[in-house]
């Protein structure tokens, strides 16, 4: 059975039976997801890949630390944005606000 590494809330692999519904990268913090122009475009450069990471879903990405891609995720990049704006240069405290606002 093939394992597929995927990056849990804590922000640490784990090996899954399932893919990964979202992509990262994690040099920057980001996702989005598998059908990201930019990230495609990067990855078949053979940029990124060394920094590529996958997560179960978004709710994982979001409490791994990371933020949506401006590019791919433009419903929730508005939302990071927010988020950032109200709590400035507080990653921590602006990805509980993005959480917030996502629903999550």
Request: with cysteine; net charge positive; hydrophobic share 30%.
């Amino acid at each position: 059975m093939k394992m597929y590494t995927l990056i849990g809330a804590d922000g640490k692999p784990y090996q899954s039976e399932q893919k990964g519904t979202f992509g990262g990268n994690k040099a920057g913090r980001i996702y989005g997801g598998f059908d990201c122009p930019d990230a495609n475009r990067a990855i078949a450069k053979g940029q990124y890949v060394q920094h590529r990471v996958f997560f179960a879903d978004e709710l994982t990405a979001i409490l791994a630390g990371y933020r949506p891609c401006a590019r791919c995720m433009k419903e929730r990049y508005p939302l990071w944005k927010q988020a950032t704006s109200q709590a400035p240069g507080d990653r921590k405290h602006a990805l509980q606000i993005y959480r917030s606002l996502c629903g999550y």
